[in-house]
């Protein structure tokens, strides 16, 4: 094995930042955290690149802040995507399993999960993903494994993420301008589940909402699997601007009030007070409502969260979700925002933090590299399976009476 | 024209003996249009040139086919009318009654003139005569290029109004839009000769479909439908093209046609009436190839059709446009535009009579001579004007600042723009 394929880099070009993180592979299919580096993001609005010149200068310096941690050479990235263009919607593939002695095979299961990413999508669409949930064998529904069961039909579910074509090939095009290659495409919410939840959360059911500075995307695991996603391109910069806005003042201390003030639930005792504003030099500039800075945010993040709810609420799903909501991204840092998200979704919440996973214990804490964390997670997951393939294509070419697994 | 005219047209009294198209050129470039035309020698149709200035004249009595009168033998004494079509039109008044014999048993007066000399004066008032004969009355006129100057231009808008009141129907041709025909820096002889002769193989064209009895027939009723009734304006365009695709070849070319405005006075028409000539090998598919695309093109104009069949034609095919609108506007409208302060085309206004806006009008002081009070008149006619013009220029769409979001797509739910902030879409009051 060459040392490259050991090292995995995820990218995440965020609306606030522009994040890479470096995973090497160690033993028994684990990876560890060796990097992270960041970059203050300007060419982004809403999760998609408005600006590329920009956004390239802003990737070129995350990912050299991110080789210099790590110390080594990134060859190839997991790109990480989103933007409101993203959509979901559930497929199922069938194939009549037509072999002598029934036993439902590896290339059984690829076929049908093949099968069911042949959807009819609107024009210019491009599948990002198809995960598969479970997979039906004649009648038995549920089946979480089909491989050496018996049966003569396999019915698959798949849960397909697609997108935009136009809109995904503008990051793939900067991240190809800039000498990388591409390993995977992989959506930011998906990613960040991932790197959040465990197997057994996914099992008992799990939200998991990150709460980016341009979107917010979102991902439900019901039994296990995929069950929803879906992307609102309504984020943190949208309370900045709310508050610019409604407190007539400029952007950048609009920003700055958003990080030291923001607070997810209307506190009881700012009625009637106010918050001066200083210039650099000291001169007081504007006085500034405290209720109306509070209350222009509680608003804006109640209705994020109203709107998601509403939408997985749609599919029936919310009574699924025992393990709770999982917070991520900037957003998570606002103060009450556990709070808010249980009684929307009167379910428990808790900010996330990454599993299975280990190496610089500061940034599995931020919930900010949840995303760029659980890319480096998928590609750790994908050259594992990978490998495992290659092996047993090997083990075949050879040993064709060999019967696998 | 009354109802009981128009029905007379329905029944074409053509008698092949006598004429019954009656063309008359007046001034120097409707003598000349005239005399162009004249050399194309159609039988069943004859010429004048009427003009007050009688070198012009000489020039074109040498002709066959065309006959000259002068205008106020006794007033101007064969010197011109000086530029003032107030001579020209006294001139014409003394003479009404030669004029109006010349009319006579006429079926279709043709006036062609240049709007903006002092000849012009004559031609409202030949086409009061000519009405008054009974005759279906068609005015051709050109109007001045744009740098002759203002008075000419103004004199020439005012004439057009006076004959629009009283002609059937006006094809305005703006001379502007002639030259653009001619290629840069051609002799200024031959841009006229060319213009003339592009604006006489049109009216020819006219006058065949007229007098020629066609496969599919048009007459006089079909061109009074179209033109008849007072202040119609109309444009004239004819194409001929040979070879293979005839049909969507002539379609092509009339939709490039200068007189017809390239095309865009199909949108506007009311009415219109196509006239095909082609020899015995014309094909129903290229006249739908015309009809169809034009059709779509003059969706609210009632469409007449004929068609002519001539052995002379094999192999080419000629197709003849006449549309007219019955509303005020747009034939002249680039020339309006230029001018603002010129009046508006007037419906009801009497010949001689300027409109006046209402409000903001002061009368001119009694004492004040007829020259200075129509001066003060005309001022404060056009600063009225200015105050409500119709012709209001379109805003530029206003887009709300976005800030943040400025480059990004809207993020809308449900109808809702979410990128407003939320306490404004719900209504919550600050304060």
């Known amino acids: 094995m060459l040392e490259t394929e050991q090292i995995i880099a995820g990218l995440e070009i965020g609306t606030s930042k522009v994040c890479v993180v470096v995973g090497e592979l160690i033993a028994d299919g684990q990876v560890r955290i060796i990097g992270v580096g960041q970059a203050p993001s300007r060419g982004v609005r809403k999760g998609e690149l408005v600006d590329a010149a920009q956004a390239t200068i802003d990737v070129r310096e995350a990912i050299c802040n991110a080789e210099e941690m790590a110390n080594v050479e990134i060859r190839s990235l997991y790109l990480g995507v989103t933007g409101a263009h993203i959509r979901c919607r559930d497929s199922r593939g069938v194939k009549q399993i037509m072999s002598d002695d029934r036993e439902i095979t590896e290339e059984d299961v690829d076929d049908v999960v093949h099968n069911a990413r042949v959807i009819d999508l609107p024009a210019d669409s491009a599948i990002l993903h198809g995960i598969r949930q479970s997979f039906v064998v004649d009648d038995l529904q549920g089946v979480p494994n089909p491989v050496g069961m018996v049966g003569s039909r396999l019915e698959a579910n798949v849960h397909i993420i697609y997108g935009n074509k136009l809109h995904l090939n503008n990051p793939i095009h900067l991240v190809n301008s800039l000498q990388f290659e591409i390993a995977g495409v992989v959506f930011n919410g998906f990613a960040a589940a991932l790197a959040l939840l465990s197997n057994e959360q996914k099992e008992m059911g799990a939200l998991v909402i990150d709460l980016g500075g341009g979107v917010t995307n979102y991902v439900a695991y019901a039994d296990g699997a995929i069950c929803h996603s879906g992307v609102l391109a309504v984020g943190g910069d949208h309370v900045s601007n709310d508050l610019a806005y409604g407190l007539k003042i400029p952007l950048s201390l609009a920003e700055k009030l958003k990080l030291a003030h923001a607070t997810a639930i209307m506190p009881q005792d700012v009625k009637g007070r106010t918050l001066p504003i200083n210039s650099d030099t000291g001169q007081l500039t504007k006085t500034i409502n405290l209720e109306h800075l509070h209350r222009i945010i509680t608003l804006r993040l109640a209705e994020i969260f109203q709107i998601i709810a509403q939408d997985v609420g749609k599919t029936g799903l919310l009574d699924y979700l025992r393990g709770g909501v999982v917070l991520c991204g900037g957003g998570a840092h606002i103060r009450e925002i556990q709070r808010l998200a249980e009684s929307t979704f009167q379910l428990p919440a808790r900010i996330g933090r990454a599993t299975g996973i280990s190496g610089i214990k500061d940034a599995l804490d931020q919930p900010e590299f949840a995303t760029g964390i659980g890319l480096v997670k998928f590609g750790s997951l994908k050259q594992k399976t990978a490998k495992v393939s290659r092996a047993r294509s090997f083990i075949q070419k050879y040993f064709p009476s060999l019967k696998l697994l | ?431």
């Not at chain 2, 903006?116 to 008032?125: C, D, K, L, T």
């Open chain 2, 1 to 431: 024209m009354s109802e009981e005219q128009l029905g007379n047209f329905s029944i074409p009294p053509l008698s092949p003996a006598g004429p019954n198209v009656r063309v008359f050129g007046i001034g120097g470039a409707g003598g000349r249009l005239a005399a162009q035309w004249a050399q194309l020698g159609r039988a069943g149709v004859s010429f004048y040139a009427l003009n007050s200035d009688l070198q012009a004249l000489r020039q074109i009595a040498g002709q066959s086919g065309i006959a000259t009168v002068q205008l106020g033998v006794g007033s101007l004494r064969g010197l011109g009318a000086g530029g003032d079509p107030e001579m020209g039109r006294q001139a014409a008044e003394e003479q009404a009654a030669q004029l109006k014999s010349l009319c006579q048993g006429a079926q279709l007066v043709i006036i062609l003139a240049g709007l903006g000399g002092g000849n012009a004066g004559a031609a409202p008032v030949l086409a009061r005569m000519a009405r008054a004969e009974g005759a279906l009355t068609l005015g051709v006129v050109t109007l001045p290029f744009s740098c002759e100057g203002r008075r000419r231009n103004r004199q020439a808008m005012l004439g057009l109004r006076q004959l629009r009141a009283e002609a059937d129907a006006v094809l305005c041709l703006p001379n502007e839009r002639l030259l653009a025909m001619s290629p840069q820096g051609a002799p200024l002889l031959e841009i006229l000769t060319r213009s003339n002769e592009f604006v006489a193989a049109s009216l020819d064209s006219l006058a065949r479909i007229l007098l020629e009895p066609g496969l599919v027939n048009l007459d006089f009723a079909a061109l009074s439908a179209v033109v008849s009734g007072r202040n119609a304006e109309g444009a004239i365009g004819t194409v001929e093209v040979a070879g293979e695709d005839r049909g969507l070849a002539a379609w092509e070319q009339l939709q490039k046609h200068i007189l017809l405005d390239e095309g865009r006075v199909f949108a506007d028409a009311d009415a219109a009436l196509v006239c095909f000539v082609g020899g015995p090998d014309m094909t129903m598919a290229e006249i739908e190839q015309v009809m169809q695309p034009l059709t779509k093109a003059a969706k609210n104009a009632h469409i007449l059709m004929g068609a002519t069949v001539d052995e002379k034609w094999r192999g080419r095919l000629q197709v003849t446009v006449v549309v007219s609108q019955f509303a005020e506007s747009n034939v002249e409208n680039s020339q309006a535009v230029e001018r603002p302060g010129e009046p508006a085309p007037n419906a009801t206004g009497a010949p001689n009579e300027i409109p006046l806006e209402r409000g903001r009008f002061v009368a001119p002081a009694i004492d004040a001579g007829s020259e200075r009070s129509q001066e003060t008149l005309q001022r404060q006619r056009k600063r009225g004007r200015r105050g409500h013009d119709e012709n209001q220029p379109m805003l530029p769409l206003e887009m709300v600042p976005r800030g943040r979001f400025e480059k990004s797509e809207r993020t809308v739910r449900d109808g809702e723009d979410l990128d407003v902030p939320t306490y404004i879409r719900q209504g919550i009051k600050l304060n």
